[in-house]
């Protein structure tokens, strides 16, 4: 779970977090603040190490208190071929055919779920098939599919997310 205020824009490496695999985003980030009156904002270290990360900031000086969403969770759903089979691989002339990701995620207020839904991408090229309207939420799901294929647990045969 991220903050939904936290506009995640590269890993950040060394956190103090005793397993950093474990974060919302698949690993720690740095980036900036998108809530309001703060936008653009570069928090502290120990700002984006307990809270932007993490989600559910109460303590963040930087949350406004009218908000829609206390934090975003994703998770892998479904790794299809493009003929709807799992995995991915090769067709009869040695094509790669599509391979898509499918992520779930879930906007929470109060730890109960306020908006859910689906996000596609299309490794075989074609990139985001269904995209998040907010650009936080998209942002903070391609760093999650990022840090998961960095982590391999994608089995797929490029490493990089476009």
């Not at 829609?68 to 790794?79: E, I, K, L, S, Y």
């Not at 995995?87 to 908006?115: F, K, M, W």
């Not at 990022?146 to 089995?155: D, F, G, N, T």
Request: hydrophobic share 30%.
């Amino acid at each position: 779970m991220a903050c939904p205020f936290f506009m995640p824009v590269e890993k950040l490496e060394n956190g103090a977090w005793p397993h950093p695999a474990r974060l919302p985003l698949g690993c720690g980030w740095s980036g900036h603040c998108t809530a309001p009156g703060h936008e653009g904002e570069i928090p502290e270290r120990e700002t984006l190490e307990q809270f932007c990360n993490l989600g559910y900031a109460a303590n963040c000086s930087r949350l406004p208190p009218e908000r829609a969403w206390d934090t975003v969770r994703f998770a892998v759903a479904a790794q299809q071929d493009g003929d709807g089979h799992q995995g991915c691989g090769h067709d009869a002339t040695n094509q790669r055919r599509s391979h898509v990701i499918q992520l779930r995620y879930v906007c929470e207020r109060a730890h109960r779920p306020v908006e859910h839904g689906s996000l596609s991408f299309d490794h075989g090229g074609v990139g985001w098939l269904q995209r998040h309207p907010d650009v936080r939420v998209q942002k903070m799901a391609e760093c999650f599919l990022e840090s998961c294929q960095a982590k391999r647990i994608l089995r797929t045969p490029d490493s990089v997310v476009s």
